[in-house]
């Protein structure tokens, strides 16, 4: 069974500080997805890493993966309040168009 | 640029019930997933409609089911309702076949079962 498996499921952080969100994966999926959601809302695109070693950033977050290792991370620097959201990252299944999902990791930034 | 839309934002619907789902896909899309998200999980794949034909699906049985028309927009139908149905309904859409770009997402439909 492909499984996606974040860590931290919680993460609550101050203003400032700097954090890693780990995403492991048991898939060969070459592409790993970070989406952030705010609640009550849908999904937005963040990040979409196409092969080993790939590495993105924008504002405060950095995604990186390492598919041999078959794990991403997502790192924050000085986390803002307006970073505060559930994260999820994501790899394409077996079937066309399905992606698989973590169970997402709810940042909680606290001035 | 019109983003990913969906109706209704909300439905109540009690154990038996049917129910229908509508999505319209970016302008310029033609693949349309849809998505279960039940409460505190991540969304779990239902099916995937490329050019009006389903072109993949996960692990969600005959009873729900659903089509793409021509414009590319999409109906998800879920037949004898269970509680378990409740969640929020996503729908997203790409370019392409697969998910080999990147699936926009829509608002959803938050879907109560009672």
């Known amino acids: 069974e492909l499984k996606v498996e974040q860590n931290p499921l919680f993460l609550s952080m101050q203003e400032g500080k700097n954090y890693t969100i780990y995403c492991n994966y048991s898939t060969t999926s070459d592409r790993l997805y970070w989406y952030r959601q705010d609640p009550g809302k849908s999904l937005e695109s963040l990040f979409v890493l196409l092969s080993n070693g790939a590495v993105k950033q924008e504002g405060r977050l950095m995604a990186s993966l390492d598919t041999k290792a078959r794990l991403s991370t997502l790192h924050i620097t000085a986390a803002v309040h307006d970073l505060s959201a559930t994260y999820f990252c994501?790899?394409?299944?077996?079937?066309?168009?399905?992606?698989?999902f973590g169970k997402g990791t709810k940042l909680s930034v606290k001035p | 640029e019109t983003g990913v839309t969906q109706s209704p934002t909300h439905l109540i619907k009690t154990r038996g019930q049917q129910v229908t789902l509508r999505c319209s896909s970016q302008?310029?899309?033609?693949?349309v997933s849809w998505y279960q998200q039940a409460l505190g999980q991540g969304p779990q794949f239902i099916f995937q409609?490329?050019?009006?034909?389903?072109?993949g699906r996960g692990n969600f049985p005959p009873r729900f089911s659903g089509l793409q028309f021509p414009n590319y927009s999409s109906e998800l139908n879920v037949n004898a309702l269970e509680l378990d149905d409740s969640a929020l309904y996503l729908c997203a859409s790409s370019t392409g076949q697969g998910a080999l770009e990147t699936q926009y997402f829509g608002p959803g439909t938050r879907l109560l079962v009672l």
């Open positions: 409609y490329y050019r009006e034909e389903e072109n």
């Open positions: 302008s310029g899309h033609n693949t």
């Open positions: 994501a790899v394409d299944g077996e079937s066309q168009g399905n992606l698989i």
